[in-house]
């Protein structure tokens, strides 16, 4: 842990040896952020997790002025540039010949195991994490932490710099608000 925020310290301080080293540290975590932002699709998948994690360090990488402090903040953003992808990936198989199907994503946690995963579209959700955000931009950076990045609470209060009662009363209020405006998008006869 203590290494990849040093390795991101110098890197944000503008050493590029140390985006290289920070590779093979960071790898596998960011598979599992990879597999975990694909495993709950509906049909197809999108992408396969090594395509989504390279595409999402090319584009780490391609950064030129980061902030980051600590892990957390950075797998808070490597989430954040997960969803980008997946994003621009749905919209450009939409847009193709090939007929773009919906891609669903499940929002449930993983402590809600019990019940059904629940889907949605995958742009709706973009979507509504974007209308959330202007409205409350720290509950969209929480959904993202959590839902696409795979954080705990204690990891999303760490890289938002806030305490663990804060991210668990404003994770409650966004998975309620994010749901209540998900039901209203889904179509009629669907629930979530």
Partial sequence: MQDVSQLLHRWTGGDKSALT???????????RLGRRSLRNQ???PMLQPTALVHEAWLRLAGKTSVSLVNRAQFYGLAGKIMRDILVDHVR??????RGGSRVGIAL?????????????????LDEALTRLGDIKPRYTQIAEMRYLAGLTIEETAA?????????????????AWLRRELKAELPVGKEL
């Fill in 92 to 97: 450009r198989e939409r847009a193709s010949k």
């Fill in 42 to 44: 509906r049909d197809q």
């Fill in 21 to 31: 080293e920070l590779i093979p540290v960071v790898y596998a975590e960011l598979r």
């Fill in 159 to 175: 890289a938002l710099h806030v305490s663990h009662a804060t991210i668990e009363r404003e994770w409650k209020v966004a998975q």
């Fill in 108 to 124: 449930d946690d993983d402590a809600a195991a019990a019940a059904p995963p629940k889907h949605v579209d995958f742009l709706i």
